[in-house]
């Protein structure tokens, strides 16, 4: 994809992606590489072996086999190979996505890997997304009416003692194909890209080569304005700390706290105590509303937000959550 600055070398990003890994990851830690044979995580796994080797961490990989494509035993013989060649070890984890999921085929495959990451005798996960991957969660967050947290993309690290690491983000997809090439590198090319039924595979085949065609730094550019919009939403997150006080940062909540607040920040602390159970904000319409009810409800009324993933409700001056 063009750019309007000069690509980096192969050495140079090797180099980035390297001190990336330094920044973020202690020396010694153990090391997974989730590995799908595609073009990112092939890069990923080639630079984060050689960074092992240099901090004399332990490493290994984790392919996801969801049975979904013909080529899908092929994949994982590719990405065994490769480990093979590279001298790191290689799990391959099986998994039945249903088909019919309620929740789409995409988010059922994603809840599937991160369930098969989570039982890992790893300290960190990589994951190779990068700067088009970031481009394109910006633009397919915008287009579903997000707001700063949505805006703010993909984070370099995430999840409990910073598990989850995404060194790559400031790396382009045509950079990434460059080091491979290089190197010599080969990956598997996933058919289900080519589908533009998934509202990514559209943004990343007909949305970003527009954009590009007219803005060459597109890419870049997108990708930088989630760094801002992240820095936005660690003030938000600040200001929710702030006004929890001594309180811890998990439900329930005291209506009486929220009743003191602006409605703004009362929201915006809603939405932080979500974050921190790793749960989505319902619409801001809908928080709004549920906001309302929680603080204006007299004591014998129990207003409540029912989703599918969970359940908030006032009961005894507090606002509560409930699980499935």
């Known amino acids: 994809m063009a750019s309007s600055r000069n690509s980096r070398s192969t050495e140079d990003l090797h180099r980035s992606v390297r001190e990336r890994l330094a920044e973020l990851i202690p020396p010694g830690r153990r090391i997974a590489v989730a590995f799908s044979g595609g073009l990112d995580s092939t890069v990923l796994l080639h630079i984060a072996a050689d960074h092992a080797a240099a901090t004399h961490s332990p490493i290994s990989a984790i392919h996801i086999h969801h049975g979904l494509s013909q080529h899908a035993n092929a994949w994982a013989s590719h990405c065994e190979a490769l480990c093979a060649s590279l001298a790191v070890p290689i799990t391959v984890v099986r998994v039945s996505v249903p088909r019919d999921a309620p929740e789409g085929l995409e988010a059922a495959a994603r809840t599937l890997r991160y369930a098969a990451f989570a039982e890992l005798g790893a300290d960190h996960v990589l994951l190779g997304h990068h700067a088009n991957d970031q481009a394109e969660t910006l633009i397919l967050n915008l287009m579903r009416g997000a707001g700063v947290r949505g805006a703010a993309g993909m984070q370099s690290v995430r999840g409990p003692d910073n598990r989850y690491v995404r060194p790559m983000l400031s790396c382009t997809r045509a950079e990434l194909e460059a080091y491979a090439n290089a190197h010599g590198l080969r990956w598997v090319e996933d058919d289900s890209n080519s589908d533009q039924s998934y509202a990514r595979n559209f943004v990343r085949q007909e949305v970003l080569p527009v954009l590009t065609s007219r ?53 915006n602390l809603l939405r932080y105590l979500l974050a921190e159970a790793d749960l989505q904000a319902p619409a801001s319409k809908k928080l709004a509303e549920v906001l309302r009810q929680f603080i204006e409800a007299g004591p014998d009324r129990h207003p409540s937000l029912d989703l599918p993933a969970y359940r908030l409700y006032r009961a005894k001056g507090e606002v509560r959550l409930e699980l499935p």
Not at 241 to 264: I, M, N, W
Request: glycine share 4%; net charge negative; charged share 25%.
């Open 215 to 267: 803005f060459p730094a597109a890419v870049e550019n997108l990708a930088r304005s989630v760094e801002y919009f992240a820095e936005s939403q660690d003030m938000l997150d600040e200001l929710a700390r702030h006004d929890l006080g001594d309180a811890p940062a998990t439900f329930p909540v005291s209506v009486q706290l929220l009743k003191g607040l602006s409605e703004a920040r009362a929201r």
